[in-house]
């Protein structure tokens, strides 16, 4: 059981080593070599490992030394107990573990360490993770919301949640203090997608080179992914089955190209419509495919990979993505008079795929398989008001019901 102890004063003891009282009949209390010097009361109890632990309090502070030590007992029992000593670790040295144990592919490992390292550590490194409570998390947001878009807080926000919740995992600290009441996440910005019309990608179409412009109908007639596009290899089109194999990306790690999975680590099959087909056949006649060797997802790796690309430039490597977005696509689009901001880059093909789909009728599950999502509910929310109206269709359906029924009745 867990107990306290006087540092500055102990039972006196008479010769026979019995306990001197007093009138009243309570021990009398001699002072001890400690008496004045560090803090008076200390706490001994042993934690659900078996091992001994202590925790010191001031002069005149008993009743906290006795209020800690009901809460240890209390939390033992319940199972909760958090060892103090745990939550002393610094949130900087907890972090780098954390970011070391990470599985992500390289490009997202990155794009991690360098919202850790430039949004989070700054501000919680040096501090112990018992530490952090939710005043501390409102104020570290705080200070963000005035040089970081709302987007770039969210995310920041969510890594924290993320490293501080594993510190709940690790019994370092009971509770995360994200998730406290008086905090409140940043949202992203919510932003309706506005699909383009066919004559305007038809018309930034024709405006890009020629050995580009089947990307925009792999992006608008197959949903497939900028990086997926310059990853496609000619074994993975079947022109006469009509479909694509969608199985790699080329994608920048360390400001190196590398091949790697798709978004999700998922491969997957797109039917490829003869519409689309046919121009790629074309492309394929007149821009033969080149075998390009990269690393696979490690641009330090000695894994190499080579595909013969259907998509490269015209010195014969794979494309870059911002080479192709700043020198290729941007003037295209502003030939067509679309200013280039984040929703108009080569993603927004994927929009228009979608919104084509959904305007036909396809279910959203099928869409999200199409997309490469890993879950229907996000192709929902992004794409839910793009959905034709039901009720035409609600209207319909009642009334041959309820028609018929009331036929059947007469």
């Known amino acids: 059981m867990a107990h306290i102890e006087d540092r500055w004063f102990t039972p006196q003891r008479d010769d026979d080593g019995k306990l001197v009282l007093n009138a009243r009949g309570k021990p009398v209390m001699a002072r001890t070599p400690l008496y004045g010097t560090g803090l008076r009361y200390r706490v001994r109890y042993i934690g659900p490992d078996g091992r001994e632990r202590k925790k010191s309090f001031p002069d005149r502070a008993k009743q906290a030394a006795e209020a800690f030590m009901a809460t240890v007992e209390a939390d033992k029992h319940r199972g909760s107990f958090i060892d103090p000593a745990a939550g002393r670790m610094l949130f900087g040295e907890f972090a780098e573990?954390?970011?070391?144990?990470?599985?992500?592919?390289?490009?997202?490992?990155e794009s991690l360490e360098l919202r850790v390292r430039k949004h989070i550590l700054p501000f919680f490194g040096s501090r112990p993770l018992a530490s952090i409570k939710p005043s501390a998390v409102a104020e570290w947001d705080s200070e963000l919301a005035g040089v970081l878009a709302q987007d770039t807080r969210s995310v920041a926000f969510a890594y924290l949640r993320m490293i501080l919740t594993a510190a709940v995992d690790d019994e370092r600290i009971a509770e995360n203090p994200c998730s406290a009441k008086s905090v409140k996440q940043p949202r992203p910005v919510e932003r309706r997608v506005v699909p383009w019309t066919y004559d305007e990608i038809s018309a930034i179409r024709a405006n890009l080179l020629?050995?580009?412009?089947?990307?925009?109908?792999?992006?608008?007639?197959?949903?497939?992914?900028?990086?997926?596009?310059?990853?496609?290899?000619v074994d993975d089109v079947d022109l006469d089955g009509g479909w694509v194999h969608v199985r790699r990306q080329v994608k920048r790690v360390n400001s190196r190209l590398v091949f790697g999975l798709p978004k999700n680590d998922k491969d997957r099959r797109v039917p490829l419509p003869t519409s689309i087909a046919a121009p790629l056949r074309a492309h394929l006649a007149e821009f033969p495919t080149v075998k390009v060797t990269l690393p696979w997802e490690d641009p330090f790796s000695d894994e190499l990979v080579t595909v013969p690309l259907v998509f490269v430039t015209s010195r014969r490597g794979a494309i870059n993505r911002s080479h192709?977005?700043?020198?290729?696509?941007?003037?295209?689009?502003?030939?067509?008079?679309?200013?280039?901001?984040r929703a108009t880059g080569v993603h927004a093909l994927r929009h228009f795929y979608a919104s084509t789909l959904l305007d036909a009728g396809e279910n959203v599950r099928a869409l999200a398989t199409y997309l490469g999502h890993a879950d229907p509910g996000f192709t929902l929310r992004i794409y839910t008001h793009l959905m034709p109206s039901s009720e035409e269709r609600t209207h319909q359906a009642i009334d041959a019901l309820f028609a018929s029924e009331a036929a059947m009745a007469a």
């Open 324 to 341: 192709f977005n700043s020198k290729i696509w941007h003037p295209a689009l502003a030939a067509v008079g679309i200013p280039h901001t």
């Open 97 to 109: 573990t954390w970011l070391r144990t990470r599985t992500y592919d390289k490009s997202t490992m």
């Open 210 to 233: 020629p050995r580009y412009r089947p990307v925009v109908d792999l992006g608008g007639g197959c949903g497939m992914r900028q990086g997926e596009i310059f990853g496609l290899g």
